[in-house]
Each structure stands twice: as C-alpha cells, then as structure tokens.
Nanobody, 121 residues
C-alpha cells in the first residue's frame, strides 16, 4: 500500500531523495510522514506534510530536509541535503489514507517497508 524507495550510500555533505508512493483506491492522503530508525534506537519522526501542503520538521533536520508531494497526490518525497553520519538510518514513510469519499471519517494508516540510508564520513 506504501512503497518507499531511493535509499543508498552517500558521502557526508551529500544529498539523497527518497520517494514514497501510495497505491490502491485513494480518495485522499490526509498526511504523509517520514520517520527514521537508527540501529538500537526508537523510530523517530523526521517530518510530515498534510493534504493542504503544510509541513512540519523535527529540529534536527530543519533547513536540511524538505518534504514535498507530487502532482499525482499519491507520491511523496523526502529531499535530504547536507547529510551527516548521524542521519544514517532506515527511513520509513507513514500515511493516513482516505480510500473513498464516503469514508472520510475512517482513515486508514499504513507504513512503507523502509529504505536504508547510509552516510559515510
């Protein structure tokens, strides 16, 4: 239902763009969030974007990461710049999805499978 992609190996200071695409019948994606989980640590919110385009970022990525949505309304991006070794983690997308117009009061929540980001120093 959510497919994340775009992870890889990048040098410190470099950039990487992750993608997350929702599939299936979709009336609206209410909100799409990106999380990171480093080894031995809890999953942590990186940021999010709402259907109306409002974005929120964790302090540790402000000014370096940007979340955006594609014109199709079901593809979302996490543009990561000036990457640091501490940004290395598995990145997950999470979406709240309205499947049908008649189910706006029953959003469904999905997680993507995660994509690995490795940052070399």
């Amino acid at each position: 239902q959510l497919q994340a992609s775009g992870g890889g190996l990048v040098q410190a200071g470099g950039s990487l763009r992750l993608s997350c695409k929702a599939s299936g019948p979709i009336f609206r994606v209410n909100e799409l969030a990106w999380y990171q989980q480093a080894p031995g640590k809890q999953r942590e919110l990186v940021g999010s974007i709402t259907h109306y385009g409002f974005t929120h970022y964790a302090d540790f990525v402000k000014g370096r990461f940007t979340i955006s949505s594609g014109n199709d309304g079901v593809t979302f991006y996490l543009q990561m710049s000036n990457l640091k070794p501490e940004d290395a983690a598995v990145y997950y997308c999470n979406a709240e999805i309205i499947r049908e117009w008649g189910k706006v009061d029953r959003p469904e929540n999905y997680w993507g499978q995660g994509t690995q980001v490795t940052v070399s120093s």
